[in-house]
């Protein structure tokens, strides 16, 4: 399980951006290509391996409501299985 004190980041050569042709954010690693959901985009973007998970969630809960640290747990949990995060610190 991830900590909440732990700073996740995308892991060295793994990249979010926005495909204008599939008018969606993509992840873009060497290994691949992962269409994430809007819910992962939004914990993606805030993986900057400063902010801890406590931190990531309280950012969330200033734009949607209800938002759990399990959730976001267990978001960042597939990405660190896929290799394409890595948790820091904690």
């Known amino acids: 399980m991830i900590g909440v004190e732990q700073r996740p980041r995308l892991r060295r050569g793994v990249r979010l951006s926005f495909d204008?042709?599939?008018?969606?954010?993509?992840?873009?690693?060497?290994?691949?290509?992962?269409?994430?959901?809007?819910?992962?985009?939004?914990?993606?973007?805030?993986?900057?391996?400063?902010?801890?998970?406590?931190?990531?969630?309280?950012?969330?809960?200033?734009?949607?409501?209800?938002?759990r640290v399990e959730d976001v747990q267990n978001v960042l949990a597939r990405f660190v299985e896929r290799h394409v995060v890595e948790v820091l610190g904690g």
């Open 20 to 67: 204008r042709v599939r008018q969606a954010h993509v992840l873009l690693f060497p290994e691949g290509v992962v269409m994430p959901n809007a819910t992962a985009v939004a914990v993606l973007e805030l993986c900057d391996g400063e902010r801890t998970v406590a931190e990531i969630v309280t950012a969330l809960s200033g734009t949607y409501s209800g938002v």
